[in-house]
């Protein structure tokens, strides 16, 4: 079975809705798509956290079957987002974008993911998008996501 690589943002998010309000959660779009991918294939995740990001956030990941061998702990706090829903959840509002860790994170594919076929390059810059896929040796199907904050600063 192939593998599947997925890099981008591993989040604490901080959330409000008309139904509730949880801080701190766990967030990003490494780790919602890596289990979602987990029960298809193996999955390998490359992102940063930072020291305060949960050990138990970690052990869920390696629960599901995920290699969190590319998940690099760096110096400060972990990326954040903040934000909240309306009633019909289909739009997210954001409050609060704290890049941290995330802000000078430069991914480094290690050698054992380099040949995955399929690569999900989730929300992270795009210059780093496209700095991830030259270190890939093969891949056969490529999906890239963004948000708007990316979209943004980035024009």
Known sequence: MSKVLILGSIALDSLKTPFGERKDVLGGSVSYASVASSLFSPTNIVGVIGEDFPQEHIELLQSKGINVEGLEKAPGRTFR???????????????????????????????RYKDSKFVFLANI??????????????????????????????K
């Open 81 to 111: 987002w903040g934000g909240y829903y309306e009633y019909d959840m289909n739009q997210a509002h954001t409050v609060d974008t704290q890049l941290n860790v995330f802000a000078d994170f430069s991914p480094k594919i290690p050698e």
């Open 125 to 154: 810059h795009p210059t780093l998008q496209l700095d991830v896929l030259e270190q890939l040796d093969n891949a056969e199907f490529v999906m890239l996501d963004t948000m708007n904050f990316w979209i943004n600063t980035t």
